[in-house]
């Protein structure tokens, strides 16, 4: 976090300054390890099992927040009895289908009840959609002794009983001391009186298995009792400075704005349908056609009528999976002809660069806005591939537009980071030349696009035709009004265009309209409340009137559960938000995160319906049942428990179970993405990680054009151990060549104690570390690490795998030109599926695959 | 009333956004694109171009690991080499109490680079005078803290009055040892060699850790005791002298 948020990580300081216990779990020693109490030092890509520790550590000690657990939790439910964990199967669950290669989740529900989740994934698998949201409140059958062993109490404690010091010294690299020495620190700062806090990155997410890491981190901290709590919860770092805004009003192709789920084309036919399929008749997501309509209403505005369901067939549909990594297979297969990259750079920082250039080179028009031509601009001109004469500028048809960006200081504008706060940031002076805003560029895109379609009589050019697009400009540059944008976000009364001041006012019958329902309340009362700046000093220390958090101001979500089920403070030094009997309403440090007037023993009738099912005790109202999820019965496409699997390319077999990958991982079967054996690969002996390095960003665009943050780390390097160095001939200060089956980058060489060899199973295990921020535009110049990296992803986010993988490093550079090449076999990449590991999804790979061989 | 800076490298997490701000508010050029091999220090020293210099130490003692970060800078020696021996007049001490190099007057004779104890002064290749930190004397006659301590993350770089800071850094040392970081010390707080410095520093192991010297003193006063040692001499000569003259004559 240091490393990598180091404004953020002030705040770390001043709690460490305040007594607070700092522990770092990180392959490396990096800067936050520096000023950390606690150090841990663990195998890429191994979290799950040192995180199952901690929940087998937590159960077997007994040491969970016994009230918050059965009352806040599933813990009591009684799941399916056709559930069968990946105990009995040897790392499968129940419902695995091997022809398709996905899960059929019916066994994961509870006991006579379906029941869908507050997110994720709906189109689970190619055929119905299984994980809408919810139709039944929750559990019908629960064991409030959570001695069943059918209730989720039990299921977690068995499916986490192997889990255990030895096995996570095993797994991890981790010594015994020093795991116990964490969970003993994590479990005794866990209580009434006392919470802890995870923050996580990329670090987490980038794996094959990577939203089951979060999940694991949300069992530890449901167990402990440190969700919805002050000083508890589960942060994600995100890695910009609004990619929190940008998953909130998304820039990901299956959500709209306010995680409405994006329709899709076969099952969605019509909103009643979509409302149907994608509301629930339980908890907070009752409330979605409000949002919905409301949405409909701000984009087609007076077209938007009862009579066309509010304008529903204008909006595009999803037809399948269009994440990055499947449009990227699909532009290198010439299937997709324009892109638009907008602040990215992908041939850079996204996974296997070589993919990524192949795709643009396929092309037929490529859009670029950034402060420079990047490595993304310039693909047909400066790449490796054309350094080594494989492919000749002249031969590669795509027509590339650059547009060149304002920074943050040229524009107005707001950042939501990962508080949820929303920050308003004011034009200082105007962009020079032609660099423009985001804002200024999709306005008048989208004015000339409505002036393109003008006169079309296509049915499906009518979206476009009847949306609003009225937004007042100003300036030289007839620059949109921002505050009117973040008005229309906000939402208003369509009779007289007053801002709504919340959603809680929305309506699902087209009189109100609303951009993005969780932002409504952002310009209450017809002011910016984003740009609210009162100091610290001047109000209480939940400090509401800075900026402004959504929802509704909330700093804390899920803030009921910081109360007793009786709704008292859990204890005088964590009070937050309670019930006030007198009043016979919430109150609180903060704004409490429930409804305001439903007392704590209100239990619903059994045929209440909406967000009168949310019970007086059930904090969590996103969820249909109002309860912290232990177990997922819905929702997730690898299980409904965090299980301990491999990387798709590891140094080591699975101790825990026969399967060794997470056997629902998305993986690209094609000649130009070859893999390496599950594990044991001769070649590639070397387990890798990648990461940032607070001198740069990503992949460069912003950095490695300035001097002063270019001469901070002029060159790529890679981090390697003194006893690897070693072992390979490295000096401090020498080249070296990385290869895997995809490519052969060349860096300098950091010998440091900072890395460490592990002892995994009575065997070392050397780990070499990569920053991955250089390209070949800018002031600084390097070879791309992501160029070493194949295409394989988290099958519930589709996030790439960059985080843990396996490699190989020798003494010296690179060969140039047609030579570069050579450290790997022609005939290996030739062939890349022998490398792929066999048998069904990774079981015993390596192992099947010599069988093979011989 | 002296200002300057209290640095506590306990709380620095070596993200060099004081050697950024230092360079961007100063306009200062940069030091070349060299990877050096030492830690994540790439900037190597302080000199004409970086004012600000954070250093990366990777400390082994015997099962302990750490890596100490420091941020480095013109200590403003109450007692100043650099300014001492200036020919020209060109360095001189602000009403902050800050050691300034007037660039107009600067001849670049290089004195001051000999002369300082830290070597933090330096001679610029292109013009040839000589630069180093100004404790960001224009910001300050606007009323702004300097640009590194303004950056500063987790507030490892203090900026105010130097008896203030005197009082925060005693204070953070006694804490610190209450925690058992019983190395924690203030470094330059009473130099005696140089009269103590403005810009003092919390460390946790020897001053050559971190590439400062143990025992920095002012040439002058070293000259001045020279001198004396000289004078000294002298006069033992001359008393030598007057006895053997004396003596000559009683033969």
């Keep these: 976090m240091a490393e990598c948020h180091p404004v953020g990580f002030r705040f770390v300081m001043e709690a460490k300054r305040r007594g607070a216990t700092i522990i770092h779990v990180d392959p490396r020693f990096t800067r936050t390890s520096a000023v950390a109490d606690i150090h841990v030092p663990i195998r890429p890509g191994t979290d799950i099992a040192f995180l199952g520790g901690l929940v087998n550590y937590i159960i077997t000690n007994e040491r969970y927040f016994t009230e918050y657990v059965k009352a806040y939790t599933n813990a009591t439910a009684l799941v399916n009895e056709n559930f069968k964990d990946t105990e009995d199967l040897d790392g499968l669950f129940s419902g695995w289908n091997s022809e398709k290669g996905q899960y059929e989740i019916s066994s994961w529900q509870y006991d006579g009840a379906e029941v869908g989740p507050a997110a994720g994934k709906r189109e689970m698998f190619s055929g119905e959609p299984m994980s809408e949201r919810g139709t039944q409140s929750g559990a019908i059958h629960h064991d409030e002794t959570m001695q069943d062993p059918r209730c989720v109490f039990q299921i977690v404690k068995r499916h986490y009983s192997r889990y255990t010091p030895e096995m996570v010294e095993d797994i991890c690299g981790i010594p015994q001391d020093k795991f116990l020495q964490v969970a003993e620190a994590l479990c005794s700062n866990s209580s009434r009186e006392r919470t802890s806090a995870f923050c996580y990155a990329v670090g987490w997410t980038q794996h094959s298995i990577g939203v089951q890491y979060i999940r694991t981190a949300c069992i530890v901290q449901l167990l402990l009792g440190n969700i919805g709590r002050p000083g508890g919860g589960i942060m994600a770092l995100r890695g910009h400075a609004s990619i929190q805004g940008s998953t909130d009003i998304p820039t990901l192709y299956n959500l709209l704005p306010g995680y409405l789920p994006m329709p899709h084309a076969k099952y969605d036919t019509d909103l009643p349908t979509y409302l149907e399929a994608n509301g629930s008749t339980s908890g907070w997501w009752s409330e979605m056609p409000k949002y919905m309509v409301s949405l409909l209403k701000a984009y087609w505005g007076d077209d938007a009528t009862e009579h066309n369901e509010y304008g529903y067939h204008y909006l595009p549909r999803l037809s399948g999976d269009h994440s990055h990594q499947v449009t990227v297979a699909a532009m290198a297969d010439g299937v997709v002809k324009g892109y638009f990259v907008m602040g990215e750079n992908p041939a850079v920082g996204s996974m296997h660069g070589q993919l990524q250039r192949k795709g643009l080179r396929e092309l037929d028009w490529l859009v670029v806005r950034d402060f420079a031509p990047t490595e993304t601009a310039e693909f047909w001109k400066t790449a490796p591939e054309i350094e080594r004469g494989e492919v000749r500028p002249e031969d590669i048809g795509t027509e590339v537009f650059f547009f060149p960006a304002a920074t943050h200081t040229e524009k107005d504008g707001s950042f939501t980071n990962t508080q949820r706060l929303l920050q308003w940031h004011h034009k200082a002076i105007e962009p020079p030349g032609d660099c423009r805003s985001e804002l200024g560029f999709t306005y008048h895109l989208g004015r000339r696009l409505r002036e393109l379609y003008a006169d079309s009589a296509e049915q499906r050019d009518l979206g476009i035709q009847r949306l609003t697009w009225d937004y007042p400009t100003k300036g030289p540059h007839e620059e949109p009004d921002a505050e009117a944008v973040l008005k229309e976000i906000n939402g208003y009364t369509v009779q007289d265009g007053k801002a709504m001041s919340g959603f809680k006012d929305l309506k699902d019958d087209g009189s109100t309209a609303c951009g993005c329902w969780i932002y409504s309340g952002a310009y209450a009362d017809d002011a910016n409340q984003t740009a609210r700046r009162k100091p610290a000093d001047e109000q209480t220390w939940v400090a509401p009137d800075w900026g402004w958090a959504w929802p509704s101001n909330r700093r804390l979500m899920y803030n009921r559960a910081s109360a007793d089920p009786d709704g008292n403070p859990w204890s005088e030094r964590k009070r937050y938000v309670w019930w006030d009997a007198q009043k016979k309403k919430w109150t609180g440090e903060d704004v409490p995160d429930f409804i305001e007037t439903r007392p704590p023993d209100y239990r619903p009738a059994e045929d209440a319906t909406g967000t009168d099912t949310i019970g007086g005790a059930d904090p969590f109202i996103m969820q249909a049942d109002g309860l912290g999820w232990l177990y997922a019965p819905n929702g997730l496409q690898d299980g409904p428990l965090p299980t301990h699997y491999e990387p798709e390319e590891s140094v080591a077999e699975n101790a825990l179970y026969l399967q060794q990958c997470n056997p629902a991982r998305m993986e690209w079967d094609r000649k130009d993405n070859p893999f390496h054996r599950a594990f044991d690969d001769p070649r590639f002996p070397y387990a890798i990680t990648t990461y940032r390095l607070t001198e740069h960003h990503t992949a460069g665009g912003m950095t490695r054009w300035l001097s002063w943050l270019s001469e901070l780390q002029p060159e790529m390097f890679c981090e390697i151990s003194p006893e690897l160095a070693r072992e390979k001939g490295l000096r401090n200060g020498d080249w070296a060549t990385i290869s895997t089956a995809r490519t052969v980058i060349e860096c300098r060489v950091l010998v440091t104690e900072r890395i460490r060899p592990m002892r995994i199973r009575k065997r070392i295990v050397h780990t070499i570390g990569l920053p991955y921020h250089w390209g070949t535009k800018g002031l600084v110049t390097g070879d791309s690490t992501n160029d070493l990296i194949g295409f394989v992803a988290d099958p519930n986010s589709s996030i790439q795998e960059s985080k843990a993988f396996t490699g190989n490093i020798e003494r010296g550079r690179r060969g140039r030109g047609r030579g570069m090449l050579e450290p790997i076999d022609d005939k290996l990449r030739d062939l890349p599926e022998v490398h792929k590991p066999r048998g069904k999804h990774g079981v015993r790979a390596a192992t099947s695959q010599e069988d093979e061989e011989t | 009333m002296a200002t300057g800076f209290f640095t506590d490298t306990t709380v620095c997490i070596g993200c060099k956004a004081c050697e950024v701000a230092c360079k961007e508010w100063n306009q200062l050029p940069d030091d070349g694109f060299v990877f050096s091999g030492m830690s994540y220090d790439n900037t190597v020293m302080l000199g004409a171009s970086t004012w600000r210099h954070v250093a990366f130490v990777e400390r082994r003692?015997?099962?302990?690991?750490?890596?100490?970060?420091?941020?480095?800078?013109?200590?403003?020696?109450?007692?100043?080499?650099?300014?001492?021996?200036?020919?020209?007049?060109?360095?001189?001490?602000?009403?902050?109490?800050?050691?300034?190099?007037?660039?107009?007057?600067?001849?670049?004779?290089?004195?001051?680079?000999?002369?300082?104890?830290?070597?933090?002064?330096?001679?610029?290749?292109?013009?040839?005078?000589?630069?180093?930190?100004?404790?960001?004397?224009?910001?300050?006659?606007?009323?702004?803290?300097?640009?590194?301590?303004?950056?500063?993350?987790?507030?490892?770089?203090?900026?105010?009055?130097?008896?203030?800071?005197?009082?925060?850094?005693?204070?953070?040392?006694?804490?610190?040892?209450?925690?058992?970081?019983?190395?924690?010390?203030?470094?330059?707080?009473?130099?005696?060699?140089?009269?103590?410095?403005?810009?003092?520093?919390?460390?946790?192991?020897?001053?050559?850790?971190?590439?400062?010297?143990?025992?920095?003193?002012?040439?002058?006063?070293?000259?001045?005791?020279?001198?004396?040692?000289?004078l000294a001499a002298g006069a033992a000569l001359l008393g030598a002298t007057v006895v053997a003259v004396v003596g000559g004559r009683q033969r």
């Design chain 2, 61 to 230: 003692r015997n099962d302990d690991f750490s890596w100490l970060m420091m941020s480095d800078v013109c200590k403003h020696c109450r007692s100043a080499a650099c300014l001492e021996v200036c020919p020209t007049g060109a360095i001189v001490r602000t009403e902050f109490g800050s050691v300034y190099v007037q660039p107009d007057i600067c001849n670049g004779c290089g004195y001051c680079v000999v002369a300082c104890p830290f070597g933090v002064i330096d001679r610029r290749e292109d013009d040839g005078r000589a630069w180093k930190c100004t404790l960001c004397y224009d910001r300050q006659r606007g009323g702004l803290e300097p640009a590194c301590a303004k950056a500063c993350p987790t507030d490892s770089i203090r900026f105010g009055e130097v008896d203030e800071l005197r009082r925060l850094a005693e204070a953070r040392v006694s804490t610190l040892h209450g925690e058992g970081v019983s190395d924690a010390y203030l470094y330059g707080v009473d130099q005696p060699g140089t009269d103590g410095l403005n810009a003092f520093f919390l460390l946790v192991d020897e001053p050559e850790v971190y590439n400062l010297p143990p025992d920095p003193s002012t040439p002058t006063k070293v000259a001045a005791s020279s001198w004396s040692h000289v």
